[in-house]
């Protein structure tokens, strides 16, 4: 691409080359100008990054390093590693990181995995998929401040998740109000929301295989199931992945249903990392506490991430190599 | 004789998916549907259908926007006001520093453009809600809490619109470029008046994501904004379910109006500039 607009530029010198005018100044002269340009064109965003992105992220770990006192009135100082040690001897705090990182191991892969048998299905050859496709996508298009007031009202005891399962047969649910069932009302919730929008991606994926990887299956008698993990779950690899990532980075930071619904109870059953880094700095105002949740946060999450990443790519040199 | 049954095999199968596509999309439906018919009721008769589960808990016996005139006369309106407000600022500066940056990124040639490129896509990919709480403290140092600049201006940097305007623009033949240059034209010039113009659907598609990004923002607002009068429209839905958690009605009503906005604009957009690609995550 690049090359042939080069080329295309070197002709008008080349001609002025012959007019006897020196090419080289002017080349260099119209290369000083791109430069110029690039850099003014470039300046809005790089101060937006810089500004929105890279600053608060050194804000966090720098205060993360620094001790302060509830209310502010003294300045903090630095502690170094006190911050971490503090919350690595606090039990509360190991127990919300376990749990945020059982509610990714959970809720990642079970989502994506129900997005995907739903996208199959609505591209099977069945009668107005558009339809169901759209009905199963509109949760996603609800804000998430909406869902949550829903699925509140629907899980209330007397609500009519409750009346359904009464109707057939079942004893009522305390849901929300439980700490046994409070996490799993949240995974619930955010289910309902999602699946539709990652099916949306699983499907255009699907559509991109080519019809003949299958039709080579239908002629080697292959059945649906050995056609779906040898043919689809492979070359929707890349979808896959970037499904999975996504849905993860989402649900690491998963905070409004848990903010308003559940405030991270009851018993601290549904507290993970982000809400609590959020009561820790605005509620009990200790920023830099706050500030050491946020980094240990992003570190996990994007551990998380990598080895998602390594997973599926490992997975794909082996299938290659095997082949 | 195979041949029929063969078909008759394949229609019986397509019958039975079509069946559970069916139930699939119903029990994605039923609370959304559920939510609507609450919107369009009195709060009482929310609360008497809820159990047990007959066709009245999702039909209501007379609809009326009583609940929607109260939402909107009440503080609410005014938050969605605010949220509009917000939205169309920041897609209009996020589009500019977009575009620019796109233009740069595609068209302009310089050392280190790939690397440059890199460093921009991937540094707004890291999640916004993880740094959202130091970010806040800074913008109260810089004076930034409860002003609407305060709500816009995390907004304006959208790694996924400058990808998509500068895989747009590289589709763009330089040749045009070129013809505007010999003419004398800068490069302001060429990207104003050849390159947006030809922008169309990766335009549009950019400012949807720009404008969904804040329409649905929570957080964020929570933080930076303290003052309810500033308050936007999901922060300010929160409130009222958490003081009023009788009024059904009302809630059930805000939430609507929060849905229908995306929907509308996913559609009006669609309509003018055909073949939004919000699933192209992987092109």
Redesign the interface.
């Known amino acids: 691409m690049s090359r042939s607009s080069s080329a295309v530029s070197a002709a008008p010198s080349g001609a002025q080359r012959r007019l006897g005018a020196s090419p080289a100044p002017r080349r260099q002269l119209r290369r000083r100008k791109e430069l110029f340009w690039a850099v003014v064109f470039l300046a809005p965003a790089l101060v937006a990054i810089g500004s929105l992105r890279i600053a608060p992220t050194i804000s966090a770990v720098v205060s993360s390093l620094y001790s302060g006192f509830p209310g502010g009135v003294r300045p903090p100082v630095f502690s170094g590693f006190d911050n971490y040690l503090d919350l690595w001897g606090n039990e509360a705090f190991r127990e919300t990181v376990l749990r945020t990182v059982v509610f990714n191991v959970i809720i990642n892969p079970l989502q994506v995995a129900i997005a995907l048998l739903v996208a199959v299905l609505m591209t099977r050859r069945i009668a107005a998929p558009g339809l169901w496709r759209t009905l199963v996508f509109i949760p996603a298009v609800v804000p998430i401040v909406g869902s949550s007031i829903v699925w509140s009202i629907a899980l209330r005891p007397d609500g009519p998740v409750n009346a359904i399962i009464t109707a057939l047969g079942g004893r009522p649910q305390p849901f929300l109000t439980s700490p046994d069932q409070a996490l799993a009302s949240i995974m619930l919730i955010a289910s309902w929301i999602g699946i539709g929008y990652w099916m949306i991606f699983l499907i255009s994926g699907l559509r991109a295989i080519p019809s003949e990887y299958y039709e080579a299956a239908k002629l080697d008698r292959a059945g649906p199931i050995r056609t779906f993990f040898q043919i689809t779950i492979p070359l929707l690899k890349r979808p896959l992945l970037f499904v999975l990532v996504a849905d993860t980075v989402a649900n690491f930071v998963l905070f409004v249903p848990i903010q308003m619904l559940t405030n991270g109870g009851p018993q601290n059953s549904t507290t993970m990392q982000m809400f609590n880094a959020y009561r820790t700095t605005y509620t009990y105002s200790s920023k830099n506490l706050g500030a050491a949740e946020v980094v240990i946060l992003t570190i996990i999450m994007l551990v998380f991430v990598a080895l998602q990443f390594r997973l599926l790519r490992d997975d794909d040199r082996a299938a290659k190599g095997t082949s | 004789m195979t041949a029929v049954r063969r078909r008759t095999r394949?229609e019986r199968r397509?019958i039975l998916?079509?069946a559970?596509?069916?139930v699939?999309?119903?029990l994605?439906?039923l609370?959304?549907l559920?939510?609507l018919s609450g919107s369009l009721r009195p709060s009482n008769e929310?609360f008497g259908t809820?159990?047990?589960?007959t066709w009245r808990?999702l039909v209501p016996s007379e609809v009326s926007l009583g609940n929607y005139l109260a939402l909107l006369s009440g503080p609410f309106g005014r938050s969605i006001l605010i949220s509009f407000a917000v939205c169309f600022l920041t897609v209009a500066i996020g589009l500019?520093?977009?575009a620019?940056?796109a233009?740069?990124?595609s068209v302009?040639?310089?050392r280190g453009?790939g690397a440059?490129f890199a460093?921009?896509v991937i540094?707004?990919m890291?999640?916004f809600?993880?740094?959202a709480?130091?970010?806040s403290?800074?913008f109260s140092g810089w004076g930034l809490t409860n002003t609407l600049l305060g709500l816009v201006?995390?907004g304006?940097?959208n790694g996924l619109a400058?990808f998509n305007l500068r895989q747009h623009f590289?589709s763009i033949p330089?040749?045009y470029r070129?013809a505007a240059t010999?003419d004398g034209a800068?490069?302001?010039r060429v990207?104003w008046s050849v390159y947006l113009p030809l922008g169309g659907a990766a335009l549009a598609n950019s400012a949807l994501l720009i404008f969904l990004g804040q329409?649905?923002a929570?957080?964020w607002p929570?933080?930076v904004v303290s003052d309810s009068s500033l308050q936007v429209a999901?922060?300010a839905?929160?409130r009222t379910?958490?003081e009023y958690t009788f009024d059904?009605g009302q809630?059930?009503a805000?939430?609507?109006v929060?849905?229908v906005v995306?929907?509308l604009m996913m559609f009006v957009l669609q309509r003018f500039f055909g073949g939004l690609e919000?699933?192209?995550?992987?092109k």
């Open positions: 394949s397509s998916l079509t559970l596509a069916v699939v999309a119903a994605f439906i609370p959304a559920w939510l929310i809820l159990s047990p589960v808990t500019v520093v977009s620019l940056a233009y740069a990124l302009l040639r310089f453009r440059v460093f921009v540094s707004f890291v999640p809600e993880a740094i709480i130091p970010l403290q800074l201006l995390p304006i940097g400058i590289l330089t040749s070129e010999v800068a490069e302001p990207l329409w649905s929570y957080l929570l933080l999901p922060v839905l929160a379910f958490g059904f809630n059930f805000g939430a609507i929060l849905s995306p929907a919000i699933a192209s995550g992987e």
